[in-house]
């Protein structure tokens, strides 16, 4: 089976701007989580999505946003960029209908905000 | 409600044996343990669930006790291969939320 997909692998933006990033799980996967690592603070959780609703929801500003489609692939979004979004997004998805399962991760998309 | 990792670095030569550990201020449901290359994503390792038991595969083993809300990671006769960064993850009973620890760097010298 192919691996999580992420897609782009890289973005350069500037301040103001909105990204939008997207995550293929694992044929099968049907729950994708999504989050931001960090030098300073770490690999923070942003949400989780499962049967295309968001399920849980981490510690984050309304500019962060998430949708799943029927085909379990995800996309976020970050409006209005800031400086302080730098960062590599991952997303991982699980093979279970449940989160405390194994995580797969995809290679993640870097996002440098200028 | 970060779980805190300790030590925050180590440095080992071959064969020598580590522990890692992760402590919770919540109750806990389940504590994950990955491993992270430099440039890489995080690969699962292993999962323990409440009930205080203890996993593990090859060399590497872990214990998850939920009275104090602590998990240790055990490597034995560490491998040049065990170097990256550590992390547990924490579901709270609630399972709101997932919470990745601090982060433990591990490197292993010749």
């Known amino acids: 089976k192919a691996g999580v997909t992420q897609t782009p692998r890289y973005l350069i933006k500037t301040r103001g701007q909105q990204v939008t990033l997207s995550c293929s799980p694992i044929?099968?996967?049907?729950?994708v989580s999504w989050y931001q690592q960090t030098p300073g603070q770490g690999l923070q959780f942003l949400f989780e999505?499962?049967?295309?609703?968001?399920?849980n929801k981490g510690n984050f500003p309304g500019r962060f946003s998430g949708r799943q489609f029927s085909n379990s692939r995800s996309e976020m979004n970050v409006s209005t960029l800031e400086l302080g979004d730098s960062a590599l997004y991952l997303c991982?998805?699980?093979?279970?209908?449940?989160?405390?399962?194994?995580?797969?991760f995809g290679p993640g998309t870097r996002l440098t905000v200028l | 409600q970060q779980p805190v990792q300790s030590p925050q670095a180590v440095i080992l030569r071959e064969g020598e044996d580590a522990v890692i550990n992760c402590s919770s201020s919540?109750?806990?449901?389940?504590v994950h343990w990955y491993r992270q290359k430099h440039g890489e994503a995080p690969v699962f390792l292993m999962i323990?669930?409440?009930?205080?038991e203890q996993k593990g595969h090859d060399k590497i083993s872990a214990s998850f006790n939920e009275k104090k809300q602590q998990s240790s990671l055990y490597l034995t006769a560490s491998q040049l291969s065990y170097s990256g960064t550590y992390f547990c993850?924490?579901?709270?009973?609630?399972?709101?939320?997932?919470?990745f620890g601090t982060g433990t760097s591990l490197t292993v010298i010749p």
């Open positions: 991982a998805s699980v093979p279970s209908d449940y989160r405390i399962d194994t995580q797969y």
């Open positions: 044929s099968g996967h049907r729950s």
């Open positions: 999505y499962f049967s295309e609703t968001q399920r």
């Open positions: 919540k109750a806990l449901y389940s």
């Open positions: 323990l669930l409440k009930g205080g």
């Open positions: 993850g924490t579901e709270s009973n609630t399972g709101n939320q997932f919470y």
